[in-house]
């Protein structure tokens, strides 16, 4: 079963707007990293929140981590159309030499 | 430029004839994987490389092989694809033998089993 299951599947926005994505998992993790694919493309790391991280910040993405719920939440604050793509988390559970990625947030941002 | 380059880019091709991916990185990086994406499936791990000639299975491996001669490259086959083998492909590297870095994705190749 998937790791890490983003929340919502599809999240539209106006340009300026902050957007949220939501990543739940199942396992204790290592790590959580978070990831952007423009349409077919490759992914692109933005973010890795190791586990005894509790908030990460890089430019205007902000990234918090909560272990006690097996949660993970991806802020991309003021967005620009630039940002539509799709956001994936991705955990590396304890033990595990493997990524587990969730389906996706698919991310539009209207200019 | 630090890469990760995969090709063919696309492929469509029939069921049974064999085929590789080739996938190579010029970072110097020691861990390797092979995903598939597949739509609602997110992507799942096909096969690892920890470092030259160390390989394991990931998630999904049934159907596919690979190896690892040198570190720069990691090729997957498809001794004899089916249908249910039509996904985008990614290969991806991180420089440490673990997993635990930034994972570098190629282009993705897409390929169609008919």
């Known amino acids: 079963s998937q790791q890490g299951e983003e929340d919502p599947q599809a999240l539209s926005i106006q340009e300026g707007e902050n957007a949220t994505m939501n990543c739940s998992y199942k396992t204790s993790i290592n790590n959580l990293q978070w990831y952007r694919q423009n349409s077919g493309r490759g992914l692109v790391h933005l973010i890795l929140?190791?586990?005894?991280?509790r908030e990460k910040h890089s430019g205007r993405l902000r990234v918090t981590l909560d272990t006690s719920k097996k949660s993970s939440s991806l802020l991309i604050t003021a967005s620009r159309a630039a940002d539509t793509a799709s956001y994936f988390c991705a955990t590396l559970g304890t033990g595990r030499r493997a990524l587990t990625f969730g389906s996706g947030t698919r991310l539009q941002v209207q200019p | 430029e630090a890469q990760v380059t995969q090709n063919p880019r696309y492929l469509i091709t029939v069921t049974g004839k064999k085929l590789t991916v080739t996938c190579s990185q010029n970072?110097?990086?020691?861990?390797m994987s092979w995903y598939r994406q597949d739509p609602g499936l997110g992507l799942r791990q096909i096969y690892y490389?920890?470092?030259?000639?160390?390989?394991d299975k990931g998630d999904v491996p049934e159907g596919y092989k690979v190896s690892r001669k040198e570190k720069r490259n990691f090729p997957l086959i498809l001794e004899s694809p089916s249908p249910n083998q039509t996904s985008l492909y990614f290969c991806a590297s991180s420089l440490s033998s673990g997993v635990a870095d930034t994972q570098y994705f190629g282009p993705g190749t897409r390929l169609t089993v008919l």
């Open positions: 929140i190791r586990s005894n991280e």
């Open positions: 970072m110097n990086h020691e861990y």
């Open positions: 490389s920890m470092n030259v000639e160390v390989t």
